[in-house]
C-alpha cells in the first residue's frame, strides 16, 4: 500500500480513459510512474467496486504475489518514482499478524484511514487469497470496532 499526500493510505492506481488504454495498460502506465517495475495482467484482477455519489468511479483491483526480492525491488523503485514525495509519501507494508494485546499489527493498522474502497479491497483480497485466516481477519476488523481505551490527560495531571 502507499501513503498518499493526504495522509490516506490507499493502493497505486489512478483514472483510465478507456477509449485509449485497457485497464491493464493504463493500469501499467500509473504503476509505471509510481512504482516503475511491475507489470499487471488480466490474470491479476481480483474485483471491481462501484463508488456511488456525485463522482461515480468504478475501482478495479488487482493483485500479484511476488517474491520478497521482486517487493524490494519495488520499494527501492518507489522512491525513485515520479509521484514520490508528491502524490505519494512512500510504501506501507501491511502487518499479517496481530500481537498478544489482541491490536498489535492488523487491527491497529485497519484503525488508519483509508481512501475510497481500498480498506474493503484491502479485506477482499487478504480473504480471498488466503493471506490471513478468516477467523483471525474477522477478529482484526471486530477489534477496530471496539471504543478505544481514554487518553490520560497529562496536561491536567502537571498543573
Not at 488487482?62 to 518507489?78: D, K, P
Request: glycine share 10%; aromatic share 8%; net charge neutral.
Amino acid at each position: 500500500m502507499q501513503m498518499r499526500f493526504d495522509g490516506l493510505l490507499g493502493f497505486p492506481g489512478g483514472f483510465v480513459d478507456r477509449r485509449y488504454w485497457s485497464l491493464e495498460d493504463g493500469l501499467n502506465r500509473v504503476l509505471g510512474l509510481g512504482l516503475g517495475c511491475v507489470r499487471l495482467t488480466e490474470a491479476d484482477y481480483l474485483c471491481s467496486h462501484l463508488t456511488e455519489g456525485p463522482h461515480r468511479v468504478v475501482a478495479h483491483f488487482y493483485a500479484r504475489q511476488l517474491t520478497l526480492e521482486e517487493l524490494h525491488t519495488i520499494e527501492i523503485s518507489a522512491v525513485h518514482s515520479r509521484d514520490h514525495g508528491m502524490e505519494v509519501m512512500g510504501m506501507v507494508r501491511v502487518p499479517l499478524y496481530t500481537q498478544k494485546d489482541r491490536m498489535g499489527g492488523l487491527p491497529n493498522f485497519l484503525a488508519n484511514s483509508f481512501v475510497g474502497t481500498a480498506k474493503f479491497q484491502l479485506l477482499f483480497a487478504l480473504k480471498i487469497l488466503n493471506m490471513v485466516p478468516e477467523e483471525k481477519l474477522a477478529e482484526a476488523v471486530a477489534a477496530t470496532l471496539r471504543p478505544k481505551k481514554a487518553a490520560i490527560d497529562h496536561a491536567g495531571g502537571a498543573a
